[in-house]
């Protein structure tokens, strides 16, 4: 059974660097059929799709972060990271990593496995 | 960015009744693969989104068939036959047809 699981603080003060990673257990982050993405959702809002990376590296990010979203992989460790700079509190959220099936190049769609989320709060 | 729209935003439904979201985009969602691609997903209190209905009609694996999803083009429409207990929370229709991709706000299903 796939599981994955986010890790970083959960506490990020005004103007800071956000760094999440997610750990994927029971497959593996090299399939050629899945992408691997991250997905907020702030307090009592709804879902917002942050990006998406291959394990290839290619990424793609939603254009209202973009200036300030980093994802990349490390498939030695079966890992992926979400950094997020010069956070606002606006950014305080339920972050989660997330598992998207690959349609083809480029086309990254449906998420099947979700993790548990993580809290994160901006603040000083 | 493709704008997702649901409605109602909050359902209120007493068990055993029949329950229907809706869901409309403003651009298409048929790829051109022939398939629609939009999805279904339930956040039931407390706990991440999990994957109901994915290419606009087709359950994900465990769904129990009382949930249906229909629809092509720019308007969707989740059905619940006989609505129970365990299926209160928040139901999303998100798009994948393009990035970014894209939620509609919700809807709350609640038990009268």
Same mark, same amino acid.
Request: glycine residues 10%; proline residues 6%; aromatic residues 10%.
């Given at each position: 059974?796939l599981q994955?699981?986010?890790s970083?603080?959960?506490?990020v ?5 956000l ?6 257990? =029971?497959?593996?982050?090299?399939? +050629?059929? !899945? /992408?691997? $993405?991250?997905?907020?959702q702030? @307090?009592?809002? =709804?879902?917002?799709?942050?990006g +998406?990376? !291959? /394990?290839? $590296?290619?990424?793609?990010?939603n @254009? ?12 030695s ?29 480029g086309?990254?769609?449906m ?13 000083s | ?9 909050s ?8 329950a229907s979201?809706s ?9 051109s ?7 279904w ?9 999990q ?10 694996s ?7 999803g ?8 989740l059905k619940?036959s ?10 999303y ?13 919700g809807?709350?299903l609640?038990?009268k």
């Amino acid at each position: 059974q796939l599981q994955l699981q986010e890790s970083g603080p959960g506490l990020v003060k005004p103007s800071e660097t956000l760094s999440l990673t997610c750990t994927v257990s =029971g497959g593996s982050i090299s399939s +050629t059929s !899945y /992408y691997w $993405g991250w997905i907020r959702q702030p @307090p009592g809002k =709804g879902l917002e799709w942050i990006g +998406t990376i !291959y /394990y290839s $590296g290619s990424t793609y990010y939603n @254009p209202s972060l973009k200036s300030r979203v980093t994802i990349s992989v490390d498939t030695s460790k079966n890992q992926f990271s979400l950094k997020l700079t010069s956070v606002t509190a606006a950014d305080s959220a339920v972050y989660y990593c997330a598992r998207q099936y690959s349609s083809g190049p480029g086309q990254p769609t449906m998420i099947d496995y979700w993790g548990q989320g993580t809290l994160v709060t901006v603040s000083s | 960015d493709i704008v997702m729209a649901q409605s109602p935003l909050s359902l209120p439904v007493t068990p055993g009744e029949p329950a229907s979201i809706s869901c409309r985009s403003s651009q298409s969602l048929l790829h051109s693969n022939g398939y629609n691609c939009l999805d279904w997903y339930l956040q039931k209190p407390g706990q991440s989104p999990q994957l109901l209905i994915y290419m606009g009609s087709n359950r994900a694996s465990g769904v129990p068939d009382r949930f249906s999803g229909s629809g092509s083009g720019t308007d969707f429409t989740l059905k619940i036959s006989r609505v129970e207990a365990e299926d209160v929370g928040l139901y999303y229709c998100m798009q994948a047809v393009q990035t970014p991709i894209t939620f509609g706000q919700g809807t709350r299903l609640e038990i009268k």
